[in-house]
């Protein structure tokens, strides 16, 4: 591993970008836990209620972020973020003092002018590292992630209980605004000094245009990948409360973070990828057993070995959203990313909630994996039906002597790219 991540830390700027990525991004995994705890304690309100607070600022993110990745393609990423560091600074100066209903909307509009973090990291990671080194980075990049996950609610946990929930949405405001102030500060590069396609020569027309089909199997294959996550917490805090082991709950969510980061950097430094659907598809179906794992010590295994596929499912589809997008519209579709990725999370949890409450927990993990890997199982036989008839249709033009479309350039194509290829910088890789 030291061959593959080494060469790519010493890149310029790649490692300063991690380290700000990684301390950029503790806010956002802590401000869900810390309105909740608030809204409970703090306000004495009930948890469906604590709920709709935190809906508000999911919801508020999910409209927010494509706008505001289209502002960093735009104007830059300084100018973009600048109005986020003002509006949050000012939202959550009054957030822990206001009441039920008034925190709700200063949620939403915290979620709508939340900092880019997560889309500027990943974009900037496309520019700064050479394309046969992205895989490895955006692999990087979600074992960082998870890392963040691990730590984060912890920190908010800790401040919400021992000092107070003002305290801890005080914190989550500062470091809001200090995540805008470091990005602004690093200014990492969202575009390359020279434009680039990521692609092969002859797909700059395809690339104009920002909605494909390849682009939407890779925005599908996010929400699914998100429904498995959300179902899979959901399920595991159940199937823990259930046994009367909820103090369990931090440390079973650790091994299954834990697993993610071992999965991540095994993944990254494979030397070929496996298509998005594939990986969505792996962790849905390794979500299962945990369906029918005991508590506790067969629960702990199942969930690390769910955790397993979850890094490499979430870096292979950013990898292969930078191959499909010019990197004038990056920002722009990085923000999609993250809005399926809620609509995911915001199907997944009442979903599997849902069904937890009419069976058990293990039925959650089951509608999890089952619902979420089948998603993506249907979108890979939907594209390997797709890519046989645009075989045969090659093959009658071929016969009747029209000139064959090539696979390399055209994108009519797009949509057959499905298994792993050695010729990572075609568009028709860019799904494998």
Do not use: K
Not at 87 to 110: D, K, N, Q, R, Y
Not at 179 to 186: K, R, T
Not at 340 to 350: D, E, F, H, K, Y
Not at 359 to 379: C, D, K
């Amino acid at each position: 591993m030291l061959s593959t991540y080494g060469p790519l830390l010493r890149l310029p700027g790649v490692a300063r970008l991690y380290v700000v990525g990684f301390v950029a991004r503790m806010p956002a995994s802590m401000v869900g836990v810390a309105l909740t705890l608030h809204v409970v304690t703090t306000l004495g309100r009930g948890y469906a209620q604590a709920g709709l607070v935190a809906g508000a600022a999911t919801v508020g993110a999910a409209i927010g972020a494509p706008w505001r990745g289209r502002l960093v393609d735009r104007v830059g990423l300084r100018r973009a973020i600048a109005p986020s560091v003002v509006v949050e600074s000012a939202v959550w100066l009054t957030a822990p003092h206001l009441g039920f209903e008034a925190l709700m909307a200063a949620a939403f509009v915290a979620g709508l002018f939340l900092v880019p973090v997560f889309s500027v990291t990943r974009q900037s990671l496309s520019v700064l590292v050479p394309f046969p080194q992205q895989r490895s980075a955006f692999a990087l990049d979600s074992v960082c992630v998870e890392l963040t996950f691990m730590l984060a609610p912890v920190l908010s946990v800790v401040v919400a209980t021992q000092v107070s929930t003002t305290a801890a949405l005080t914190v989550v405001g500062a470091l809001t605004v200090l995540a805008g102030a470091l990005l602004m500060w690093a200014n990492p590069p969202t575009r390359s000094a020279v434009p680039t396609q990521a692609g092969a020569p002859g797909t700059e027309e395809v690339r104009s245009r920002l909605v494909t089909a390849p682009l939407v199997v890779v925005l599908l294959a996010g929400l699914a990948a998100s429904f498995v996550l959300v179902g899979t917490d959901v399920a595991l805090v159940a199937a823990l409360n259930e046994a009367g082991r909820s103090s369990d709950v931090g440390w079973m969510i650790a091994l299954w973070a834990g697993g993610s980061v071992v999965g991540g950097l095994v993944y990254g430094a494979r030397p070929r990828a496996v298509p998005p659907l594939a990986l969505v598809a792996v962790l849905g179906l390794a979500t299962i057993p945990a369906a029918f794992a005991p508590v506790p010590f067969w629960l702990a295994v199942a969930v690390v070995v769910a955790g397993l596929p979850c890094a490499p499912a979430l870096s292979s589809i950013n990898a292969a959203l930078v191959a499909l997008v010019d990197e004038r519209r990056r920002g722009e579709v990085m923000g999609w990313s993250g809005t399926m990725s809620t609509v995911g999370n915001a199907l997944g949890a009442p979903v599997c909630g849902f069904v937890i409450d009419r069976s058990s927990p293990g039925a959650g993990f089951l509608t999890a994996g089952v619902v979420g890997g089948g998603m993506a199982v249907v979108g890979l036989g939907v594209l390997r039906v797709a890519r046989a008839r645009r075989s045969r249709a090659d093959s009658r033009a071929d016969d009747a002597g029209a000139p064959v479309r090539d696979r390399r350039t055209d994108p009519s194509t797009d949509q057959t790219a499905l298994v792993p290829t050695e010729e990572p910088a075609t568009e028709t890789a860019a799904l494998g």
